[in-house]
């Protein structure tokens, strides 16, 4: 399949057989956080939070205090500072230093908030790593940080170097299980957005398919595709593709199920209708295989590293009935590619 930058390896991609299953779910497992304003954003944060949302912060990326706190959003860490959120986690970055709330705001020059950290008793992370041992607030309990870390840094030497804090889950889905989030890469040629966390717990997979057990999610989308870091520029068409990977990353967990083996196929509803207000295209296929974009190495597993692929209904329907090979020859014969084209032509109807 054409790819828009000759400098990544091309995806193989099984030339027969059928999708392990189809998969059908609803368009939102829960509503996503409307990004039309901040304050419409921080309303919403505190209605789910009522509602018995948790604040996750299985690594730094994930942290919402964090986010604020680098988005200069005083009033929202006015809000979380009166949560039961741990204002004092600490995370280990790549340099071998601490880092927590209170620190990264000093760090950051945001005086405003940093007197808000203080007043609400947070303290400056641990100097030794002696102190660190009887002092620091694991989140191992919610998430591995380094594994995650781990896929970042696999993302970033295939793609380039990451948004920090692009967009950050303020909420997970499910109170027990896995928190994911979504990150961005955005470069000269396209923007890659991809999932941490879906691998935190296995997938229940079927008996002799346990190389399939762990899974993150990847999608590819046009270098001018507006991102949920451009507040003003995002909007329900901008969105959808970040709401449905968090979608499908959670689908297996809440199901106790799994994406299949290589590939599956992804429907919206029966029969599809479109993924977003800007598109046609009602399906996914998620494609995986053994090669240095889609493994990634973790430190207890190997993780299958999805791309995730728009299509229409009728392409869709031609996998099911004639098998990957002739979906990948009729995608091919229009010159789709892996950068998501909200416009471009049903590869089987013209």
Aim: aromatic share 8%.
């Amino acid at each position: 399949m054409p790819e828009r930058s000759t400098s990544e390896p091309t995806t193989p991609i099984p030339t027969c057989g059928q999708p392990s299953q189809s998969i059908t779910i609803p368009y939102r497992i829960h509503p996503p956080i409307p990004w039309e304003s901040q304050e419409n954003e921080l309303e919403i944060a505190k209605f789910l939070h009522t509602r018995g949302a948790h604040l996750g912060i299985a690594s730094l990326h994930e942290n919402p205090l964090i986010t604020a706190i680098a988005e200069g959003r005083a009033e929202f860490v006015e809000w979380l500072l009166s949560t039961d959120i741990d204002r004092d986690a600490l995370y280990r970055k790549e340099d071998g230093h601490l880092l927590n709330a209170l620190k990264y705001a000093r760090e950051q020059g945001r005086k405003e908030i940093v007197k808000m950290l203080e007043a609400a008793g947070c303290t400056m992370p641990p100097e030794s790593d002696s102190d660190a041992e009887s002092n620091e607030r694991s989140t191992a309990g919610k998430g591995d940080s380094r594994n995650h870390e781990l896929i970042v840094q696999h993302m970033t030497e295939v793609f380039g170097p990451t948004e920090e804090f692009s967009l950050q889950e303020i909420f997970p889905v499910v109170s027990e299980g896995p928190s994911v989030a979504v990150n961005v890469i955005s470069s000269a040629d396209r923007v890659v957005i991809f999932t941490t966390g879906m691998s935190d717990e296995a997938m229940s997979v079927t008996e002799g398919q346990e190389d399939f057990q762990y899974a993150e999610l990847m999608m590819q989308l046009p270098a001018d595709w507006p991102t949920p870091r451009d507040l003003d520029a995002a909007d329900e068409g901008s969105l959808w593709p970040f709401t449905w990977l968090r979608q499908i990353a959670y689908h297996p967990h809440l199901n106790d199920t799994w994406l299949g083996g290589e590939y599956t196929v992804i429907s919206l509803e029966d029969p599809p209708t479109p993924l977003g207000p800007n598109t046609k295209q009602t399906c996914f296929l998620l494609v995986t295989s053994a090669n240095v974009i889609c493994q990634v190495a973790l430190q207890n597993k190997v993780c299958n590293v999805y791309r995730v692929l728009p299509l229409y209904t009728e392409e869709r329907n031609l996998l099911l009935e004639k098998g990957i090979g002739a979906l990948w020859e009729s995608l091919q014969a229009k010159g789709a590619g892996y950068v998501l084209d909200v416009d471009r032509a049903n590869s089987v109807t013209g």
